[in-house]
């Protein structure tokens, strides 16, 4: 296997994995203490009274993954990004999973999916898309550029634009794409990782709608500087918690990943179990930083048991992960992203 096959199949395994391990985490941050803590350290069932996850099996992805997934083989058959690809893929899974009554669907996602069947215009659909959807579906985007960031950038801003089409959502998205693009690289180095991100954000926040919004480089700085404090890992988690925050929003989302990113040294297990132990949109936090970490160290960084528990989710194998991994580096190798 190639290095970058290694890195791409990391990314989507990745990505899985933080949104599978963070799934059964609460909203709140001492309730999740007092079900799992101190630390989520294995795959575990939602709990029966979770407000979205209850009834989902340990090892189970969810929305995140699945977009993320979605989006993957929309583009490999379309041969690139592009923006009629993106909405077809994203109308195609919101109808999959029954996404008019689903809990799992995002207010900005709903929206933009419904403005799109009625026939509006997609580069107008997400005018008002601010919350976290288009980050955590977007890794797959990066991983079509491997080492070339303004090109995942570019590309993260169109794949955004049909539900998440504001200067902020734009921002976010525009970070993690760029973050997995340096994380492609041979010589690639967390700082870099980071830096790629906070690039993202800056070019990503001049796109889209202007709208309300905290600066997400800023964001991501604050989280990584948490991160790197000398107090015990779970006081920097609470900190991260509480000052950046872990909500729908795509300001918090983002950089709160880079900080569980920073804090794990871009491990991927451990990303997972800080991720999750992070608390409220869990899945969606670990989901993002676990594919930046899976990019970076490459699938032969995780263990057999975990990639065990992920091949056997009948959601994941319905998927093809591994056939996407190989779509994704021819398209990636010819350089039609």
């Known amino acids: 296997m190639t290095l970058l096959k290694d890195k791409i199949l990391g990314g989507l395994y990745g990505q899985a994995l933080g949104?599978?391990?963070?799934?059964?985490?609460?909203?709140?941050?001492?309730?999740?203490?007092?079900?799992?803590?101190?630390?989520?350290?294995?795959?575990?069932?939602?709990?029966?009274?979770?407000?979205?996850h209850s009834g989902l099996p340990a090892g189970r992805i969810t929305?995140?993954?699945?977009?993320?997934?979605?989006?993957?083989?929309?583009?490999?058959?379309?041969?690139?990004?592009?923006?009629?690809?993106?909405?077809?893929?994203?109308?195609?899974?919101?109808d999959r999973t029954g996404g008019d009554t689903s809990?799992?669907?995002?207010?900005?996602t709903r929206r933009g999916v419904q403005a799109l069947k009625r026939g509006e215009d997609p580069q107008r659909t997400g005018r008002m898309g601010d919350t976290n959807g288009a980050a955590m579906r977007v890794?797959?985007?990066?991983?079509?550029?491997?080492?070339?960031?303004?090109?995942?950038?570019?590309a993260a801003a169109i794949s955004a634009l049909p539900t998440h089409g504001t200067n902020v959502a734009?921002?976010?998205?525009?970070?993690?794409?760029?973050?997995?693009?340096?994380?492609?690289?041979?010589?690639?180095?967390l700082d870099a990782i980071i830096a790629g991100g906070m690039l993202g954000a800056e070019i990503g926040r001049q796109r889209g709608t202007r709208w309300i919004g905290a600066s997400v480089t800023q964001r991501?700085?604050?989280?990584?500087?948490?991160?790197?404090?000398?107090?015990?890992?779970?006081?920097?988690?609470?900190?991260?918690?509480?000052?950046?925050?872990?909500?729908?929003?795509?300001?918090?989302t983002v950089g709160a990943a880079f900080g569980v990113l920073a804090m794990a040294e871009g491990d991927p297990q451990q990303t997972a179990i800080y991720g999750a132990t992070l608390s409220g949109d869990a899945d969606t936090v670990a989901a993002i930083a676990c594919a930046m970490a899976g990019a970076y160290r490459g699938l032969g960084a995780f263990a057999p048991a975990v990639l065990a528990v992920l091949d056997a989710d009948?959601?994941?194998?319905?998927?093809?992960?591994?056939?996407?991994?190989?779509?994704?580096l021819a398209l990636a190798q010819k350089g039609r992203a």
Do not use: N
């Not at 809990?103 to 900005?108: A, F, N, Q």
């Not at 734009?170 to 180095?189: E, I, K, N, Q, Y």
């Open 19 to 52: 949104d599978a391990w963070g799934m059964p985490a609460y909203f709140d941050f001492d309730q999740t203490q007092a079900a799992f803590g101190p630390f989520i350290t294995q795959f575990y069932p939602a709990p029966a009274d979770h407000e979205v």
């Open 63 to 94: 929305d995140d993954s699945e977009q993320a997934f979605s989006l993957a083989q929309a583009y490999i058959a379309a041969g690139g990004v592009t923006l009629a690809a993106t909405a077809a893929a994203i109308i195609a899974w919101y």
């Open 103 to 108: 809990l799992y669907v995002g207010p900005s």
């Open 139 to 154: 890794s797959v985007v990066g991983l079509l550029y491997p080492g070339d960031p303004i090109g995942a950038i570019e």
């Open 170 to 189: 734009m921002s976010g998205a525009c970070a993690v794409a760029a973050a997995v693009a340096v994380a492609l690289r041979p010589d690639a180095t």
């Open 220 to 252: 991501i700085q604050m989280a990584v500087e948490i991160a790197r404090k000398g107090t015990p890992p779970l006081a920097r988690l609470r900190e991260i918690y509480d000052r950046v925050g872990t909500s729908l929003s795509i300001v918090d």
């Open 314 to 328: 009948p959601v994941m194998q319905s998927y093809g992960v591994p056939a996407l991994a190989d779509g994704l």
